[in-house]
């Protein structure tokens, strides 16, 4: 049985360990924490090489480490209990037809969340996760009909792409913040997260997307923190819309009520010229929902104008729900009618069908009934 909210003080706060994890610290980091513990500094940049590039997930198997060191750091971890580096464990993992591979990872606090490797021929896109559950409750996701455990620590973040690239033994190329939970509520996290995936991974911050349903009150600050935090605000921001009015995104994700959308599509308006980024607009075509022509009318024109990319994204039907995915008739057609309106569109190729494809509908087939 997974923890139950005995186990939370705060949802909000990600579980630390009794120390600081070494996963998540930079070079010179290590090396800091390496002459605290009476080691030269280059031992901190053997652990650097170990954890980030090797994908070591204990001390004792960073074989080039003195063996008298290793041991009484092992020693240390079993007394507090809490491993040093803070690597995750898997607990599942399932393969789809087309090469998509799904990761349940438990926290040390046992706690379970996913992630996901998209493969293509020249790629390898990683959707993480962000938080465990999710309190912002989309009618149409797995993940928010399970609510919210808590916010996801920086080595939990970052963890999540070493665990994919082992699993698929490829090194990732993009990674993309639409896993489980609301990044927006967990900023400082995922914006340190990013850092290290620049720093430590070698990756473009064009290369990372961080998607949003909409929190009121983050938007106007998120460029402002990615300046403080990664010197500029170069990575994609993906807004989940999902409707082309305030009604219908009501009706769709609960927490809309408190976000108008003319002000959600303010906000975004001012992100964009702060960052001269185009913001891209993710949209869940439902059948019979939000997926016809006078809605797509409706939603080039909320758009028009602005610099701005919509994804289209046929839905993955999960269990209890009763919407249903358009036929690829609807999806051309919707798209047709964006296109003639001069507003840029693609739509997402789905991945992983046979395998829960939906985010979160892995986590909750696995859960104990």
Not at 85 to 95: M, T
Not at 191 to 210: E, H, N, P, S
Request: one cysteine or more; glycine letters at 6%; proline letters at 7%.
């Amino acid at each position: 049985m997974e923890p139950g909210p005995r186990h939370l003080l705060n949802p909000l706060t990600p579980h630390h360990p009794v120390s600081p994890p070494l996963l998540g610290r930079s070079v010179e980091e290590l090396e800091g924490w390496a002459v605290a513990e009476g080691q030269p500094p280059f031992r901190g940049r053997q652990i650097h090489e170990w954890l980030y590039r090797r994908g070591a997930h204990d001390l004792a198997s960073i074989t080039v480490l003195p063996k008298a060191w290793r041991h009484t750091l092992q020693q240390r971890e079993m007394a507090q209990g809490e491993p040093l580096v803070g690597r995750l464990v898997e607990q599942h993992r399932r393969v789809a037809a087309d090469g998509t591979t799904k990761l349940i990872l438990e926290t040390t606090d046992g706690l379970r969340l996913e992630s996901v490797g998209i493969p293509t021929d020249d790629r390898l896109t990683v959707c993480v996760s962000s938080q465990v559950g999710c309190p912002m409750a989309c009618r149409f996701c797995a993940t928010g009909q399970d609510g919210l455990a808590r916010s996801l620590a920086l080595h939990e973040i970052v963890d999540q792409v070493l665990s994919v690239r082992e699993a698929m033994d490829r090194r990732p190329t993009h990674v993309v913040f639409m896993g489980m939970g609301e990044p927006l509520l967990n900023t400082d996290a995922v914006l340190q997260a990013v850092t290290v995936l620049c720093r430590d991974l070698g990756m473009a911050q064009r290369q990372i997307t961080v998607s949003t349903v909409g929190v009121p009150g983050t938007l106007p600050t998120l460029a402002d923190k990615a300046h403080q935090v990664l010197g500029r605000a170069q990575f994609t921001l993906a807004v989940s819309l999902h409707a082309p009015d305030q009604r219908l995104r009501e009706e769709l994700i609960p927490t809309a009520r408190a976000y108008p959308i003319d002000q959600l599509l303010a906000d975004c308006r001012h992100y964009a010229s702060q960052t001269s980024r185009r913001v891209s607009f993710e949209y869940i075509l439902l059948a019979r929902v939000n997926d016809a022509p006078q809605q797509a009318d409706a939603l080039a024109h909320q758009l028009r104008g602005f610099q701005s990319h919509v994804n289209l994204i046929p839905y993955n039907p999960i269990s209890e729900d009763t919407f249903e995915r358009p036929s690829e008739q609807r999806v051309e057609r919707f798209r047709q009618r964006l296109l003639e309106q001069h507003i840029a569109v693609s739509v997402r190729a789905s991945r992983g069908l046979d395998q829960d494809a939906a985010c979160g509908q892995l986590r909750r087939s696995l859960a104990p009934t």
